[in-house]
């Protein structure tokens, strides 16, 4: 392997810190955008007119890959209509990310943290969600975005799935303040919605489809130029056409989010190497380096690339036990309703 000069390392990991913050504004975004800013702007004319909100869930889902924290991300930080800066008096969005092993106490704690409210040490569960429904209702929030809300619902093993339920359902019905609900997780997530009766008939559900080279083909070349060209690179021929889009779509599991991706970590070899054409070979490897496999098991090389499994392969993947218990707890609430 050549040693490459920390200084090409250090400009390359700039130029890819840059690449990260391009946003592709897809039909999903797009109309993902449109319901938001829909409920946001109603929220807002029935206050002033005095009227009573029915406010609503969105459930945003996807597997792991598919962007939907990007797309929550631009929704929060970068539509001009929103006020999302904590620092300001009043907010019109609030946004976390439940980690995997959340409960309903702690994202309460998370929240108010996003709001920079303190909380009495030793608080319980019931005493910081009134703190944020009066936290809402003095900062004017209008709506609330949780990302990963399926590990939310289905935190422990699903011990707290009524819990977790009955509190989203607390947020829309609140007498103090209602806020709109943006619900992203994995596809469970709409099934786990269903459990509470109330949540599931307020909600406005948006699936991320997969990547189809009839509805996405010709829009691929043109993304990867335009990165690759804020990279100060151009492109070779053999990225122009459908083979190389079908061998991203597989690479990326037809995920738009690991789509991306991969174009973007695929410009890093090729400005390490110094050099000046983007060409397939540098998705080759990247791929090499991601999989951690053989040239005849790589997607951009192999032959008979339809043939390689790579979810197995792809460090994105979801956890397969978690989702494993995840869809036996639903199996069982759909049988015993507990």
Known sequence: MTERDPKTIQETADTIAKLKTVFVETPTYLQLREQFLDLHYQRVADLKEGNDSECTAIILTGPPGSGK?????????????????????????????????????NIGKQILGELEHPYTKG?????????IETQFRQRRVKFLIIDETHDLIFNHQGREILTALSTLKSLLNSIKWPVNLLLAGTPELTELVALNGEVNRRKEIIEIPKLSWAQDGENIPRIVKYLAAKAGLTVSDDLRGEDFGLRLFHAAQHKPGLAFKFVVESIR???????????????????????????????FLAPDYRDIGVREQTKEDENSLTRIALQRALARWKKTGS
């Not at 608080?123 to 703190?131: A, E, G, K, L, T």
């Not at 400005?271 to 790589?298: E, P």
Request: hydrophobic share 30%.
């Open 69 to 105: 924290t990007q797309m929550t991300k631009r929704l929060a930080k970068f539509v001009p209509e929103i006020r999302s800066d904590k620092k300001d008096r009043y907010l019109d969005v609030v946004r976390v990310r439940a980690p995997s092993t959340t409960t309903v106490l």
């Open 269 to 299: 070899p090729c400005l390490r190497s110094g050099d000046k054409v983007l060409t397939r070979n540098h998705f080759a490897q990247y791929a090499r380096r991601n999989f951690n496999c053989l040239d005849g098991l790589n997607p």
């Open 123 to 131: 608080s319980n569960q019931f005493d910081i969600w009134d703190q």
